[in-house]
């Protein structure tokens, strides 16, 4: 009779293991594969040509369309950014113009000479600092240089 | 707290009694031998397949241009896809295999007969949908072996009289294996089958639960 319940019981703790080591597999594999984005596929930062800086107005911002290319999946993908630049002499400002609220293009703010976003009127000073509205944060900065005549700007945003 | 939510479902819906009567110790014929597990490894793989075939659904895409190239990336840089695609390419081959021993041994047993006809039926109607998930699964991939047997395949119903041409034509979605082709084996792999699958498996399984699993030889 012990012997008979010992039996029962170790078929149903069979029953459990076999079960629990696939749903485990499987759902360790689902975790990891769907999941995997949360650590990988970031955008690297690299240095792409951004136009003729002779072409920008000098002393204040410019909207300047940086294109470039990345790895998109499986897909040589086509990014586009949207930059202000502000060449001074050899001085070079960049900004993302990607607001720090939820990612809108900001405009320049013609009244105050900073930025304002179209979406959720967020308000950044001409140094990129957040004075008005929900950005809590001011708006990132890229990294400029002016090379062989040619403006050059990193792809990655830096936190100013 | 999870035992607390178990006891309130078990107030309401007895489930414990049921697990306990229908599942641990469900009455089966004295003698049943391991031949009786082929249909349930069956069964246990269509499920692997189910749950990688989701995964990988959210990289493949079935477009002649991007299918390829999205099978190569679920298989050499996603994390764990190669295991996930793996797991599905092993269980489709094996599916084929146990769904044949699964028969194998209802024949031998003369399970099929009275009571057990609609079994049956439903049975053959499930081994053309596994081998029509083999079939049009072959294609995603959209690599050289993938074409060209589905041009094998599709080109078999041209010989049947009057209408194999039109059969052929449905298959391929027109006059050549193309991105319709692939579109529409695509359509039937994630979508169609599945359906009829998940209702000729729900009355497999409920006829056999009524009737009981036949008595070993």
Redesign the interface.
Known sequence: MADEVSR?KFL?AG?GVISGT?IAG?G???L???G?PAV?NKLEGKWVPAGNPAELAPGVFNQVNVAFDAKD???DGKFKMLAYVKVEGENVTAFSATCSHLGCNVNIDETTGGFKCPCHTGQYDKNGKNVGGPPPKPLKKLDAKIEDGKLMINTLPKEA | MFAKIGNLLEERFTYKRWLKEDVFEHKVPNKLNFTYCFGGITFLMFLLLVATGVIMLFYYVPTVDHAFSSVEYITFDLPAGVYVRGIHHWCANGIIVFTALHMLRVVVYGAYKNPREFHWITGVVLLGVVMGFDFTGYLLPWDQKAYWATKVGVLMPKGMPFIGEHVTAVLMGGTNIGALTLSRFFALHVAVLPLVTAVFLLGHFLMIRKTGVAKPL
Do not use: F, H, N, Y
């Open positions: 029962r149903t029953i696939i499987v360790g594999a689902a990891v594969s769907i995997a990988t999946g499986w897909m």
